[in-house]
């Protein structure tokens, strides 16, 4: 978690970001780092769990952090969970809470209420288009022989 820690103030030093940070260590060996940087590079969604998930992939060549374990410097927003959840880790250790950063500005709350309102009553407008063209792309998807499940 140290490593983490670390790599969050010299982002934040460095005005990469917010004052996070993340590894992905698996077998004892760091594969991924990030910190955040948001700012740095003008992304959203660069925050340190998805610049180290990529990290890691990249390094292992894989889309999967199967036997993988994750240390962040905060519970991870929405965004990252989500990610997380994809990456598939072993399991991952987290600092400070939610709350802690919320305290400081990063307050996802209203991204968790969003996902429990109907897609019609959201703060940003959802509008479904083209359907039936996109499902084509499912169709295909479900006879090539090239997919991968995950």
């Known amino acids: 978690m140290s490593m983490a820690i670390n790599l969050a103030k010299e982002g934040m030093e460095n005005e990469e970001g917010g004052p996070f940070g993340c590894i992905v260590v698996k077998e004892g060996q760091v594969i991924g780092r990030g910190n955040n940087k948001v700012r740095s590079n003008n992304d959203p969604t ?49 600092a400070s809470q939610k709350e802690d950063a919320a305290k400081i500005g990063f307050d996802d709350q209203f991204i968790y209420k969003e996902l429990d309102i109907d897609v019609n009553s959201r703060k940003i407008p959802f509008q479904q288009i083209s359907r039936l063209e996109s499902i084509k792309l499912f169709e295909i998807w479900e006879n090539n022989n090239f997919k991968k499940p995950y």
């Open 46 to 94: 660069a925050h340190a769990e998805v610049v180290a998930i990529r990290d890691a992939c990249s390094h292992l060549n894989d889309f999967q952090l199967t036997e993988c374990i994750i240390y962040t410097t905060c519970e991870p927003c929405p965004m990252c969970l989500g990610a997380i959840y994809w990456a598939r880790p072993q399991k991952v250790f987290y």
